[in-house]
């Protein structure tokens, strides 16, 4: 081919494209497929858009066993639609969108069409009697009741504690609790996810500096080796020693950015 006839060609294609492409593009490839919604159970691919999570959940040993018609029945570590299903299609409260078995067989959603927002304690709590796929498995060992009854945070519609499982010697209680009252998430579950997984925590710790104390000797009682009987009072705590504490990703943490850190720090799980 001479270079004339290959100017000429080239025209010739971008005429083409000039009239043609305009109105194919316009048309997505896959617009007039529908996914079959009839079978038991989400049928909607959650992972066509939220790909990222349903890669995170793909590498956890549970949440991920739920399938189409109850929960245990797939193998650990496999993650599909009917995973993201059980927790945000899960709350018997709500009515979602659902077609169920045949075209005419349908509920539209009421208060969530295809997911709702879901606290980790919907089904962890105490007979977790509000979810679908919940069958046990109770946190338990927190005790938020004094912080309610304070009017410090607002009635959790979860139940955390019971005579048996109460959290006396718990040690986050007050992390459960300004959880609750914080509103990224639903209830407590800030908490929940930044000890259970591999969410990235920056904490700015306001430690107190000093320990401070009087000791007196008003009634001195003189022994063989010295003066004793010292009353030590006026307990005190004072002064602010700040420190940083970040946890990255794959669980290390330090208290310099984690950037630079032995280890790969090379993506987002660092
Ligand atoms: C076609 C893409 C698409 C599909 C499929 C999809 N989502 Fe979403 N999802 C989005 C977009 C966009 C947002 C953010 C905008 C919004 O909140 O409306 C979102 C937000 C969310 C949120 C966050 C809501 C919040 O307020 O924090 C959840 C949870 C969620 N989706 C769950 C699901 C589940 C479960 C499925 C499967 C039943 C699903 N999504 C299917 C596009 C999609
Ligand atoms: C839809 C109900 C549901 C929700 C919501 C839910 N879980 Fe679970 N969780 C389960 C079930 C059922 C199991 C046990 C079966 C399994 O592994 O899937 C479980 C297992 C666990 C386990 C392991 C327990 C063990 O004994 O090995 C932990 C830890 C856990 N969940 C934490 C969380 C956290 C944190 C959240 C919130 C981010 C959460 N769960 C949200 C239902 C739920
Ligand atoms: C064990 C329960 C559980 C499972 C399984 C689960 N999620 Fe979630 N998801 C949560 C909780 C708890 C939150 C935080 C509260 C909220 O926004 O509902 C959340 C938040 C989200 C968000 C908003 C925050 C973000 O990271 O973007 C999206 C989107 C989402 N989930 C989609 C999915 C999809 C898609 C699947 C399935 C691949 C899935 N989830 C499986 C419990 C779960
Ligand atoms: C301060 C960190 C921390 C917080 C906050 C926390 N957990 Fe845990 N959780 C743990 C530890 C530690 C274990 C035991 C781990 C082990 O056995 O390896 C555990 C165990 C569990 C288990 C399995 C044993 C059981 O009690 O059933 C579940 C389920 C669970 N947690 C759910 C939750 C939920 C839901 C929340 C939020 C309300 C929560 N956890 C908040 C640290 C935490």
Redesign the pocket.
């Known amino acids: 081919m001479n270079s004339g006839k290959l100017v000429l060609l080239a025209i010739a294609l971008v005429a083409v494209g000039t009239v043609v492409m305009p109105q194919t593009a316009s048309l997505f490839a896959g617009q007039h497929w529908w996914y079959n919604i009839s079978g038991t159970g989400n049928q909607v691919p959650?992972?066509k858009c939220?790909a990222d999570?349903?890669e995170e959940?793909a590498l956890s040993n549970f949440?991920t066993h739920w399938g189409p018609n109850g929960w245990n029945v797939s193998a650990p570590g496999t993650?599909d639609?009917y995973?993201?299903a059980?927790?945000?299609r899960s709350n018997l409260s709500i009515q979602y969108a659902l077609v169920n078995g045949s075209v005419t067989n349908y509920q539209p959603g009421k208060q969530a069409h295809a997911a709702s927002?879901?606290?980790?304690m919907l089904c962890h709590q105490m007979n977790a009697s509000k979810a679908t796929w919940a069958p046990g498995y109770y946190a338990g060992g927190f005790n938020i009741t004094p912080f309610v009854k304070a009017g410090i945070i607002p009635p959790s519609p979860y139940n955390y504690s019971n005579a048996t499982y109460n959290g006396m010697y718990a040690a986050h209680n007050a992390f459960i609790a300004m959880a609750i009252k914080n509103n990224t998430?639903?209830d407590s579950?800030e908490a929940c996810?930044a000890c259970h997984t591999h969410v990235a925590v920056k904490i700015i710790w306001h430690h107190k500096r000093s320990l401070e104390f009087d000791v007196n000797i008003t009634n001195p009682v003189t022994l063989s080796n010295g003066v004793h009987n010292w009353t030590i009072s006026d307990w005190k705590v004072n002064g602010t020693a700040t420190a940083i504490s970040w946890g990255n990703t794959s669980g290390a943490g330090n208290t310099s950015y984690w950037s630079g850190w032995p280890g790969n720090v090379s993506n987002i799980y660092s």
Do not use: M
């Not at 927002?117 to 980790?120: E, N």
């Open positions: 959650c992972q939220h999570v349903f959940l949440h993650a639609q995973d993201c059980a927790c945000h927002v879901v606290a980790c998430f639903p579950t996810v």
